[in-house]
């Protein structure tokens, strides 16, 4: 067990980047490199890996290239779409469709475009916010590839090509200060589905990870346990209690919500903010957060094998209250926390990079420091 080579890595704080990752800039992503030194300190090759709050699968696509059998669940659909996208490799015919696709629908992305063929994309409720004139072209550029899609031969090319839209959609789009031109798109949109194929080729094509759309309260009915079957170790960060954080929503034009990237994926939206980070964070003393926390670790210990590990990133917008009760609700779920020989507990603390946190703390500066957590299943 490496728990030193696991320290250094939960303190990175270099960019995401290699393997499949830069794929989608999924909000809170942790560190690849802690998810590996996770997954190469509590498990060994065959072993089955879970992340039950999965976000943009970076446990999942670390866990597939060290050889381990994975599971990923999260309660959000777009969640399970980017995971799917990264980990399913392409073969050469395949790559060689996407690539022809893509130049053939950038050729098309142009202003003259007739809209009436794209009248039903263009007024789907999913695109709140892509009519304000700074965004207006981006959205007839991703609708004319979306109209595009089912030109291609398989559901694994559909998704992929899915997958480059909303790729090249979030750079447009996402927190971006200034306007893209078409133009700038259309062939930023090549070179994205290009690079994309190429990065694809690192992933292992022999095993498939199982991935389900299910809140983790109710892993023990979901598919992939229905065997009876249990991990051996759990790599996670569930959402924070007391912090802001916008799983479902780009931000355009300034602070504009818009739930585009349901659009472009084709996955289902329609809940709050709430559903995605365990309740409102700005609930009072925030019980239905520890509540519904309490019940997915309870979950998560069900399907995880007595004496197995669960690592988890996690932070607090009050950490003198939260932690505790924190800790207080993994011991209930059935979970010993480790600790080294000296009886204190093995913590990693870390200042989060460039995270500008909304934390409902009253001047609380905790919001930009993060803990690792390691528990042992009892
Ligand atoms: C901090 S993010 C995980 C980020 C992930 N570690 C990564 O590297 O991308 C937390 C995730 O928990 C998911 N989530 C929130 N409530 C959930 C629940 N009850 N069950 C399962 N997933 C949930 C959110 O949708 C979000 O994707």
Known sequence: MDLESLRIAAQDASRVKGLTHGFYRYPARFSPKFAKAAIEAFSDRGDIVLDPFMGGGT?????????????????????????????????????????????????????RHPTVDLADILADNRTTNLQLPRVRSIKKAIAIGIAAIEELPSAKTRDFARGVLLHTGQWALDNRKQSTAMGEFRQRFVEDCESMIQQLQAIPSGTKPALVNCPAEQLPGCRPFHDGRLADLVVTSPPYPGIHML????????????????????????????????????????NTYFERLGEAMRAIRSVLRAGGKIVQMVAFSDKSKQLPRYLAEMESAGFDELRRESGRPFRVWRTVPNRKWHANSKGGTSSAREVVLIHRAT
């Open 247 to 286: 799983y479902h929503r780009w931000q355009v034009n300034g602070r504009r919500e818009t739930p585009a990237p349901y659009w472009i994926a084709d996955c289902r939206d329609g809940e709050g903010g709430a559903f995605y980070t365990l309740g409102d964070r700005k609930e009072a003393k925030l």
């Open 59 to 111: 446990t999942i696509v670390e866990g597939l290239a060290c050889g381990r059998r994975v599971i990923g669940s999260d309660i959000n659909s777009l969640s399970v779409f980017v995971t799917r996208v990264k980990t399913s490799p392409l073969n050469s015919p395949e790559q060689e469709t996407v690539a022809d696709w893509s130049e053939s629908v950038a050729a098309r992305m142009v202003y």
